[in-house]
């Protein structure tokens, strides 16, 4: 029944600024770390974007500086801000609510034009 709904992915010229939300609905039990993963065109595997923890966040080096990760527990809700984003930024992006059990959403689009 838990499910994970992300938004706000689409087209930006490089440069711009796109905010990502991933909003959970159902049963979650003690969420470790929410995160976002990206899956670039052609590529195989998801790579970890950043996380966020009771502890604090952590990100890629290739976003750090650029990228903002943020949450809201009280609504379930993981936010991704990215500026100055560039081509190679292009992916579909995935949140992730990890503990005991891993949950994915669907992914969105981000593609960013030179």
């Known amino acids: 029944q838990v499910q994970l709904v992300e938004s706000g992915g689409g087209l930006v010229q490089a440069g711009g600024s796109l905010r990502l939300s991933c909003a959970a609905s159902?049963?979650?039990?003690?969420?470790?770390?929410m995160g976002w993963y990206r899956q670039a065109p052609g590529k195989q595997r998801r790579e970890l974007v950043a996380t966020i923890t009771s502890g604090g966040t952590n990100y890629a080096d290739s976003v750090k500086g650029r990228f903002t990760i943020s949450r809201d527990n009280a609504k379930n809700t993981v936010y991704l801000e990215m500026n100055s984003l560039k081509p190679e930024d292009t992916a579909v992006y995935y949140c992730?609510?990890?503990?005991?059990?891993?949950?994915w959403g669907q992914g969105t689009q981000v593609t960013v034009s030179s």
């Open positions: 992730n609510f990890g503990g005991r059990v891993n949950y």
């Open positions: 159902g049963s979650i039990f003690r969420i470790i770390a």
